[in-house]
């Protein structure tokens, strides 16, 4: 068994922990993607299954899946842009 894969660990301060996040290649660009991704991302499998159970529509139940993933998804890349562009 590999040592280090899935271990959980808990850092001293908020220092050491913005250093292993830039030493993995972390930036402020990343953290913003990664927290509006986190908002617009796909429902959970419980919320898919309502809607279909609700609406009786695979139509309708794909379209309330891939609807946040592609809003997320867009909305990354237009924040990754513009900060690429002001930059």
């Not at 959980?8 to 990664?34: C, D, H, K, Q, Y």
């Not at 617009?40 to 919320?47: K, Q, R």
Request: hydrophobic share 55%; with cysteine.
């Amino acid at each position: 068994m590999g040592h280090g894969a899935g271990v959980m660990f808990e850092l001293e301060s908020p220092a050491e922990v913005g250093l292993l996040l830039r030493s993995a290649g972390w930036t402020a660009l990343t953290a913003i993607n990664l927290m509006l991704f986190s908002l617009l991302h796909n429902p959970c499998s419980t919320t898919i299954y309502t809607i279909y159970r609700e609406t009786g529509s695979v139509k309708w139940t794909a379209v309330a899946t891939l609807m946040p993933l592609v809003l997320g998804a867009s909305v990354c890349f237009v924040v990754a842009q513009l900060w690429r562009l002001l930059a």
